[in-house]
């Protein structure tokens, strides 16, 4: 079945890094960009960066992140740099209909979440 497995987040200080990593399997990703979610507490989700024949990022992270595919391992990692209190959020990896799309991508059917990793960063 399908699976989105993601590790690495955890509790920093504003100003550190964390290397979040990403293992699926079990679905069509390959004709999809893939990318990282997050979702703020009370706040909707939105896509942070996506990978495919381009890489994007959203505004509030570009220039601190870094999205790494390997399509043969079937893993997708997001490095950021510098983290900032309102990149707390719980992280979540999946598929990307459209890169150029922001929010939530519900409206594009995707239904399966995987548990995701919770990034608190504390100032």
């Known amino acids: 079945q399908v699976r989105l497995a993601e590790s690495g987040g955890g509790s920093v200080q504003a100003g550190e890094s964390l290397t979040l990593s990403c293992v699926y399997s079990?679905?069509?990703?390959?004709?999809?960009?893939m990318g990282w979610y997050r979702q703020a507490p009370g706040k909707q989700r939105e896509l942070v960066a996506a990978?495919?024949?381009?890489?994007v990022y959203a505004d509030s992270v570009k220039g601190r992140s870094t999205i790494s595919r390997d399509h043969a391992k079937n893993t997708v990692d997001l490095q950021m740099n510098d983290l900032k209190p309102e990149d707390t959020g719980v992280y979540y990896c999946?598929?990307?209909?459209?890169?150029?799309?922001?929010?939530?991508?519900?409206?594009?059917?995707?239904?399966?979440w995987g548990k995701g990793t919770l990034v608190t960063v504390s100032s």
């Open positions: 079990g679905g069509t990703y390959s004709a999809y960009f």
């Open positions: 990978s495919g024949d381009k890489t």
């Open positions: 999946n598929i990307v209909p459209d890169p150029s799309y922001f929010g939530d991508p519900t409206m594009y059917g995707v239904d399966y």
